[in-house]
């Protein structure tokens, strides 16, 4: 981001085949949080608004809700 504030962070798991990733407001709190396997949504996924609080939770598998 042209602010310094990171948009999206990916963390590798094993391999290339699990991920994390963290995606930011302009604020840097945080907006969404989860796993990616083989780049797709997998397991819990966090949503946030604005402020900083829980808006939903997501279970993914493969990428399907």
């Not at 085949?17 to 997998?42: A, C, H, P, S, T």
């Amino acid at each position: 981001a042209e602010d310094g504030i990171r948009d999206v962070e990916r963390s590798r798991g094993l391999g290339d085949v699990y991920k994390r990733q963290v995606e930011y407001y302009q604020n840097g709190q945080i907006k969404e949080k989860g796993n990616l396997k083989f780049g797709w949504q997998d397991g819990l996924w966090e949503y946030f608004n604005e402020d900083g609080s829980l808006l939903r939770t997501e279970t993914w598998k493969e990428g399907r809700k």
